[in-house]
């Protein structure tokens, strides 16, 4: 079992900057990638970053490379979203996703979610 709390939501003006934390629990939380996926209204689910076990490893979605910046802390067990130059269409829930072994960074093969956190980027 392994548990997932986001925080940092919240509303920015575009152009803005927001940092997402997701801190990640449970007795096998090293065996597991983590990623930060969104859905908007009317959307689906969509992998937004996603990082491997080891915190090495990144993976993007196209719509957010050179302004999203996904880490990992393997000491505390963090991963942060740091997002800069955010835009309306970044506008969604933000989920904390683990998936076991692999770092897919697919709706489909995830194991674990968090509750979701708002962001809102108003124009």
């Known amino acids: 079992q392994v548990q997932l709390v986001e925080s940092g939501g919240g509303l920015v003006q575009n152009g803005g900057s927001l940092r997402l934390s997701c801190v990640v629990s449970g007795a096998t939380a090293d065996a597991y990638a983590i990623g930060w996926f969104r859905q908007a209204p009317g959307k689906e689910r969509e992998g937004v970053s996603c990082?491997?076990?080891?915190?090495?490893?990144?993976k993007y979605a196209t719509s957010v490379k050179g302004r999203f910046t996904i880490s990992r802390n393997v000491n505390n067990n963090t991963v942060t979203l740091q997002m800069n130059s955010l835009e309306p269409e970044d506008t969604g829930v933000y989920y904390c996703a683990a998936e076991k072994g692999n770092n897919n960074c697919i709706a489909q093969w995830i194991n674990y979610w968090g509750q979701g956190t708002q962001v809102i980027v108003s124009s």
């Open positions: 990082i491997d076990r080891q915190g090495v490893s990144s």
